[in-house]
């Protein structure tokens, strides 16, 4: 049994992660409602002051707080329903490349329209011998839950590279087994297996997609490989207080990876920035025949 003292550290462990939760959410919150709120009221002050270009100026900046906004509730209900199990995946035959396509085009247009750093965005897809293929492999999933990890994956890659640079999409079939689906993202196997992407485990091999997202950013310390999935963890680097965010976007990629009974892991590269890999279950030919024939 716990002693008193243990269980008092424990309580105070948790009300100061608490304290830096509620102090992380109302930040956040602040934030956008201090722009609106400051861009609206000037506008109703100074209208007849303020130039046609600078009264369009502000309701664009009004606008881009709100969404802000509007994502941060979003991404509170949508890991409120996570975690409540409230939020159904309805996977099909999706083509992976295609969904990575338009993540990236997306992506591009983002920076290209509001960060002075510059970035450049790549697909690649292999074959399982690591060779350059033009086969654009189908996977089993929910084209827009895939969509959300995508673009998650892509934010965190963006957020955590000031100066800009290359950003990939690297897709690739692996040989997995159904017992290491089960596995946590955090359980981390050698990092030579990995980078094989050979992930064997007790229990009969399967046919799986990764889907490896890379960037030549700050990279993720070691102490922080095994925590970056979880709520609200956000890791410590001289952007923490600039890059907005709840520090939700990892851990809802994780739940929705797992709802498909796939598996999401993180390393730091050794030439610098990090690679997030996400493995998808290959949908089978008689699957796909299915869905032709409907």
């Known amino acids: 049994m716990q002693s008193q003292e243990e269980e008092s550290d424990g309580q105070t462990a948790t009300e100061a992660m608490n304290a830096e939760v509620l102090a992380t959410v109302g930040h956040e919150l602040r934030s956008p409602l201090t722009s609106i ?53 309805r996977p099909i035959p999706v083509d992976a490349a295609r969904v990575a396509q338009e993540a990236l085009l997306n992506a591009q247009q983002r920076t290209n ?37 995508l673009d998650n994956l892509l934010d965190n890659a963006i957020n955590y590279s000031p100066d800009g640079g290359r950003i990939d999409i690297v897709i690739y079939p692996v040989q ?4 290491g689906r089960q596995y946590a993202a955090q359980e981390m196997v050698s990092r030579e297996e990995r980078r094989e992407g050979q992930m064997q485990t007790e229990g009969e091999a399967e046919q799986m997609l990764d889907i490896c997202v890379c960037d030549h950013g700050l990279g993720i310390p070691d102490e922080h490989l095994e925590r970056i999935f979880e709520r609200f963890h ?49 949908a089978e030919k008689s699957e796909v025949s299915d869905v032709h024939e409907i």
């Open 37 to 89: 709120k400051g861009y609206t009221a000037t506008l109703l002050r100074q209208e007849r002051r303020l130039s046609r270009q600078e009264r369009q100026e502000f309701l664009l900046a009004i606008r881009e707080a709100s969404e802000r906004l509007e994502a941060i509730v979003e991404r509170f209900l949508e890991m409120s329903q996570l975690e409540t199990g409230n939020l159904n995946a």
């Open 113 to 149: 329209e509001s960060l002075p750093a510059h970035f450049t965005f790549h697909l690649r897809l292999k074959d399982e011998h690591g060779a350059l293929t033009s086969q654009e492999p189908l996977i089993l999933a929910d084209p827009r839950l895939l969509r959300e990890v």
């Open 176 to 179: 997995s087994s159904s017992a």
């Open 234 to 282: 956000r890791v410590d680097t001289g952007l923490t207080r600039t890059v907005n965010g709840l520090g939700l976007g990892l851990t809802i990629c994780k739940r929705i990876v797992e709802m498909h009974g796939g598996r999401i892991w993180a390393e730091s590269c050794s030439a610098g920035g990090s690679a997030f890999h996400v493995l998808f279950p290959l």
